[in-house]
């Protein structure tokens, strides 16, 4: 299993503020992804990023709003700009675990915990 | 596309008791897999069992099993001699397989478990 490493764990933030949450994988990883939690909802896909490439956005989730990097094999960071208060969630960092391939199964990280003023 | 549809939003249980969490999922695909996963309180996610459609045999890992009903799109999970760290929401989860790891999760369902 894959242990993965979030920070913050929480914060508060400013409307119109910008957070970057850091994710840390102890192995290298080819695909990591950011999922969003909001308050009483289920875990939505924001986006799946690959070293080396740009990272791929779910409908409904764009690049100016959600920054992507993804440095190595180890490390990826999300960029919430522009933060409004609906953008209050946990977001979680995620890859992919299990030892069977394409089976879907997910290791995730403790998530960040936003709350937006 | 696909839903996951968890009818009960809080459930409760006795230590030491049986416990059942209900999910259905509305897909077009014969192939694909299910999940539960585990999130206690301020903790990290987990994946507590998985279930591959091709397979008929209902997957079971020491005190979870599970109940997958194919035809009526159901995937139920059981939990037996309740815990109090079996406390936590619990997400059922659908993929496709199509490789793109776009996980399609339920709303969750808040399990307590009573001393």
């Known amino acids: 299993s894959a242990v993965i490493s979030q920070k913050p764990s929480r914060d508060i933030c400013q409307r119109g503020t910008s957070l970057t949450i850091q994710c840390q994988v102890d192995?290298?990883?080819?695909?990591m992804f950011w999922y969003r939690q909001q308050p009483g909802q289920s875990l939505t896909l924001i986006a799946t990023a690959n070293q080396g490439s740009e990272a791929t956005y779910e409908s409904g989730f764009v690049i100016d709003k959600f920054p992507i990097s993804r440095p190595n094999l180890t490390f990826s960071t999300l960029t919430v700009s522009n933060m409004s208060p609906e953008d209050s969630s946990i977001y979680l960092c995620s890859v992919v675990g299990g030892t069977a391939p394409n089976t879907g199964e997910l290791f995730f990280g403790e998530g960040s915990r936003l709350t937006v003023l | 596309a696909q839903t996951v549809t968890q009818s009960q939003p809080e459930m409760s249980v006795q230590e030491a008791e049986t416990v059942t969490l209900s999910c259905t999922y509305d897909?077009?695909?014969?192939?694909?897999?299910l999940f539960w996963y585990k999130q206690p309180p301020s903790r990290q996610m987990i994946l507590v069992i998985r279930q591959e459609a091709y397979k008929q045999q209902n997957a079971t890992e020491n005190r979870f099993s599970v109940n997958f009903q194919k035809a009526a799109k159901s995937f139920s999970l059981k939990i037996s001699d309740s815990q109090l760290g079996d406390a936590a929401m619990y997400f059922c989860?659908?993929?496709?397989?199509?490789?793109?790891?776009?996980?399609?999760f339920g709303k969750g369902t808040k399990l307590s478990v009573i001393p």
């Open positions: 192995s290298q990883v080819t695909m």
């Open positions: 897909t077009s695909e014969s192939d694909y897999y």
């Open positions: 989860a659908y993929y496709s397989g199509a490789g793109s790891y776009q996980l399609t």
